[in-house]
């Protein structure tokens, strides 16, 4: 009986995620869209930070509660599930010719937080210098997105740029939507970690095992939400400029906070830094290096990425 409410209750803190995460990028969509921001800047920055606070309140709460090993495999487990399972789907649905210098920076930046995190998986922990480094890395990407936009909304001419007219009633709804998704995120999340440690506890299942799988996947919803709807609308720039940026922010950012949350250096598993950490390096290898050089986003990346994603969950459940 009590397994049946524990697997409820974390259904339910996903459930809280989901639709909480929904009417946040809802919210975070119009803001960017009434102060003229074009898509891919809307995309990488505030669609984004908004995805991205599932994974980083999940990660935050649990290393403040211990569970350090669920807050690793969160992080670095929903950046794997990002690129292998919902950019992989992305790619096989609208293989896209793109612009180098829009995805460059981004590209350079998340392989760069990527190896980092790999080094602190060989040193054993996440210590200051590492966390400090991510957050550079963090800052520059803030630095690039604001650089972008203000570029791409210096030309009058820029359909993309205008601004969106809204009524009071939708600026109303927006605004509830708004408030409305970050309590149910705080709420899902706080469900997600309390449940997920008890049900790793009660089954005998490691926690980082629920950290990349069920819970990196529960909390990569809002994303996987985001790219679908990308997909139907064909809106390639907005699901890629979506991943890439919310990776970004996944690795330079959340690790650095659930490191000063717990008060010490992240101890990191021989697990983890074995299989997780380069697991994310390699399908983001996959995901960009191609891209950049060919300038297009191919079809048989989708494809690659999903079977990596599909060997590296089967490696992690034999682990």
């Not at 602190?120 to 604001?146: C, D, H, K, P």
């Not at 972008?148 to 030309?155: D, H, L, N, Q, T």
Request: with cysteine; glycine share 10%.
């Amino acid at each position: 009986m009590e397994l049946a409410v524990i697997i409820f209750l974390f259904l339910v803190g996903i459930l809280f995620i989901v639709k909480g995460g929904d009417y946040f990028v809802d919210a975070a969509s119009w803001i960017a869209e009434v102060s003229g921001i074009p898509k891919l800047i809307i995309g990488a920055t505030i669609v984004s930070l908004a995805t991205t606070l599932p994974e980083m309140l999940v990660s935050v709460m649990a290393a403040a509660k211990g569970s350090v090993d669920m807050a690793i495999g969160n992080a670095v487990g929903s950046v794997t599930a990002n690129i292998g399972l919902i950019m992989g789907i992305s790619l096989v649905c609208i293989p896209a010719v793109i612009r180098r210098k829009d995805y460059l920076m981004k590209s350079v930046l998340m392989l760069t937080a990527a190896v980092l995190i790999v080094v602190s998986g060989f040193l054993g922990q996440m210590g200051t210098v590492i966390s400090i480094a991510l957050m550079a890395v963090f800052a520059l990407f803030l630095w690039e997105n604001v650089s972008s936009a203000r570029r791409s909304m210096k030309g009058d001419g820029e359909q993309e740029g205008r601004k969106k007219t809204s009524g009071r009633k939708e600026v109303v709804t927006n605004l509830v939507k708004f408030a409305v998704g970050a309590v149910g995120i705080v709420w899902g999340a706080d469900l997600l970690v309390d449940n997920g440690s008890a049900l790793a506890a009660m089954v005998g299942i490691p926690e980082r095992v629920i950290g990349v799988t069920i819970i990196a996947v529960g909390t990569s919803l809002p994303e996987l939400i985001t790219t679908i709807t990308a997909i139907a609308k064909k809106q390639s720039s907005l699901s890629v400029g979506n991943i890439l940026g919310a990776n970004i922010i996944d690795l330079t950012l959340i690790l650095p906070l659930s490191a000063f949350v717990s008060g010490k250096a992240l101890p990191i598993a021989e697990t983890s830094a074995r299989l997780d950490l380069p697991a994310c390096l390699i399908v983001g290898c996959i995901a960009v290096i191609p891209a950049m050089i060919w300038e297009k986003f191919q079809r048989w990346q989708g494809i690659l990425l999903l079977a990596a994603y599909g060997g590296y969950l089967f490696l992690t459940l034999r682990a």
